[in-house]
T-cell receptor, first 114, second 114 residues
Framework: KAGVTQTPRYLIKTRGQQVTLSCSPISGHRSVSWYQQTPGQGLQFLFE???????NKGNFPGRFSGRQFSNSRSEMNVSTLELGDSALYLC?????????????FGPGTRLTVL | QQQVKQSPQSLIVQKGGISIINCAYENTAFDYFPWYQQFPGKGPALLIA?????SEKKEGRFTISFNKSAKQFSLHIMDSQPGDSATYFC?????????????FGKGTKLSVKP
């Protein structure tokens, strides 16, 4: 079974721009979560989507948003990029529920904001 | 209340030695404690997990020890191998709760010297 795929793997943007990252979960998995990984803050939860609905949200500003499609694929969007948004963005796929099923992570998208 | 504190930040162990990584949590509602292993360029992968109804769980060379009263848990890697060199993250969440997102420690970079 193919794992979680994320595209693109690397992105370079400038301050003020917006960016869209994509995640395809493991086949059959219906929950997709997004995490931000930085050297200073570590891994921090952004949000979770299940059946096209945001089910949980972390403590990030409204510039960070996401959505999920009917095939469970998910996108996250960051608007008005800031230097501090430079990070590895990880997508995790779960069969049904974050709270009871194992989260399988993709390789991440490395975003650099200049 | 939401923090998970992990130590040490980095660890160097000789091949065949024991690697020990410690974590402490604050929120007594947490009842699921996984450890993730991350290699460079890859997303975190679940290594082993424990729930507080047991004080120890062993899978191969990896053992989690859990002390509920002290709100601490640790990962022991026996007979450490160079291939174990990676970053290890502890995490915590509420199993079966409405918000199952993982709260991660800051990570420990393990280097196993041959």
């Amino acid at each position: 079974k193919a794992g979680v795929t994320q595209t693109p793997r690397y992105l370079i943007k400038t301050r003020g721009q917006q960016v869209t990252l994509s995640c395809s979960p493991i086949s059959g998995h219906r929950s997709v979560s997004w995490y931000q990984q930085t050297p200073g803050q570590g891994l921090q939860f952004l949000f979770e989507y299940f059946s096209e609905t945001q089910r949980n949200k972390g403590n990030f500003p409204g510039r960070f948003s996401g959505r999920q499609f009917s095939n469970s694929r998910s996108e996250m969007n960051v608007s008005t990029l800031e230097l501090g948004d430079s990070a590895l963005y990880l997508c995790a796929s779960t069969l049904l529920a974050l709270s009871t099923d194992t989260q399988y992570f993709g390789p991440g998208t490395r975003l650099t904001v200049l | 209340q939401q923090q998970v504190k992990q130590s040490p930040q980095s660890l160097i162990v000789q091949k065949g030695g024991i690697s020990i990584i410690n974590c402490a949590y604050e929120n007594t509602a947490f009842d699921y404690f996984p450890w993730y292993q991350q290699f460079p360029g890859k997303g975190p992968a679940l290594l082993i997990a424990i729930r507080p109804d047991v004080s120890e769980k062993k899978e191969g060379r990896f053992t989690i020890s859990f002390n509920k009263s002290a709100k601490q848990f640790s990962l022991h890697i026996m007979d450490s191998q160079p291939g174990d060199s990676a970053t290890y993250f502890c995490a915590a969440s509420r199993y079966g709760g409405s918000q199952g997102n993982l709260i991660f420690g800051k990570g420990t970079k393990l280097s196993v010297k041959p």
